[in-house]
């Protein structure tokens, strides 16, 4: 493979504001919940690279013959995979495919095929684009890629804020992540966060029933998270994390004094034993995206509520890591339920993706 642009190549980023940017001239698209995914392609060689330079191209062979199709013979292009329902984007079933197993890779993309979204154009024949203004940029992907392909799509872009603002209300519910921002002359820039995005931000009060040490062994890493159902069963719904060093060291001396026989009545004492880690959706169960990664956890009496700041719900999980607000001791372990929640029904995506309009 020769390419003015060579793998790997790392994803341009994007900085987290609150409100939607309203300078005259911005560019704005819907923000995916999927796997970000830069397309290489030479002629009958293509390769698809991950944003953790992880090749991805084994796990998603389907697509390898969509993009075949789709785009000409030399070219870069970014973009998103993502597995398309009547629901909306389902981040579960794509995580599925990154299985070790090729018989089993082979069986899923015949079962739950992966579509892809194009959003910016790196490379074109021997020309590197990633100098160019964005706008440029846009309008040459627009020229170049056959979305009559199924499975196969161009983002939707806007000028108009109050069209990203209904996008970023109409959409939620279907698995979208927010809303992109950029400015028309923005070059490519490689692992910068020269864009903008908009996510959707609320507050939960949840059980806090495990957490696990951060990888420098100094202190608290994540707080494991847990909601009750109508039947009073706890469920594991993710954790709470990105806090500051000291932070993390504060927390070992606030926690201790749950940690004194507390599988004992345990909820998910089930879970502390090494067979059940290999489950999968319990706190210890093992990331197919971060393999080897060490997710054993330490158990804690279930006393202590924090209100936790999250995205959105998935499947009955936060779809991205929660962030610890403040502890709650004027809140009962058994108050934190899924009721609290706010529910966002999933939006038509028929205007969008063709696969669920003839689904």
């Known amino acids: 493979m020769r390419l003015p642009v060579m793998p790997p190549v790392k ?28 397309v290489f392609r030479d002629g009958d060689e293509i390769e698809l690279g991950s944003r953790n330079d992880r090749p991805l191209t084994r796990y998603f062979p389907e697509l390898v013959e969509l993009l075949a199709e789709a785009l000409p013979p030399r070219c870069v292009v970014d973009g998103e995979i993502v ?14 495919r990154l299985h070790p197993a090729a018989s089993r890779v082979r069986k899923l993309a015949a079962e739950t095929p992966a579509s892809f979204v194009a959003f910016d154009l ?15 940029r846009r309008a040459a992907l627009e020229r170049i890629l056959d979305t009559a392909q199924s499975r196969v799509h161009l983002t939707p872009l806007t000028d108009d804020p109050d069209v990203a603002q209904d996008w970023f209300t ?84 606030e926690l201790e004094p749950l940690r004194e026989n507390a599988l004992e009545d ?22 197919r995206w971060s393999a080897g990664k060490d997710l054993s956890w330490e158990p804690l009496r279930v006393e202590l509520v924090a209100e936790v700041r999250y995205e959105h719900l998935q499947a009955g999980r936060f779809r991205h890591g929660g962030r610890l607000v403040r502890f709650r001791p004027d809140r009962s372990p058994a108050s934190c339920t899924y009721a609290q929640l706010e529910e966002v029904p999933p939006a038509e995506l028929a205007a969008l993706f063709d696969e669920v309009a003839s689904a």
């Open 266 to 287: 345990h909820p998910w004492r089930d879970w502390a034993d090494a067979e059940a880690h290999a489950g999968g959706r319990m706190p210890g169960g093992m990331s």
């Open 83 to 96: 597995i398309v329902t009547e629901a909306g984007l389902d981040f579960d079933s794509l995580q599925l």
């Open 170 to 253: 109409r959409f939620e519910g279907a698995g979208f992540d927010g809303v992109m921002v950029k400015a028309p002359d923005l070059p490519y820039a490689q692992d910068k966060r020269v864009m903008r995005k908009v996510k959707h931000e609320r507050t939960a009060d949840c059980v806090v029933a495990g957490f696990r040490w951060h990888k420098d062994g100094q202190g608290v890493g994540s707080l494991l998270l847990g909601l009750y159902d109508d039947e009073g069963t706890l469920h594991h719904v993710g954790v709470a994390s990105s806090m500051t060093a000291a932070r993390r060291r504060e927390l070992v001396t």
């Open 122 to 136: 790196l490379a074109l024949d021997d020309r590197d684009l990633t100098g160019a203004p964005f706008t440029d």
């Open 11 to 38: 994803p341009m980023l994007a900085t987290l504001v609150r409100e939607l940017p309203r300078e005259p001239g911005l560019r704005y698209e819907p923000k995916w919940d999927g796997f970000r995914c830069v």
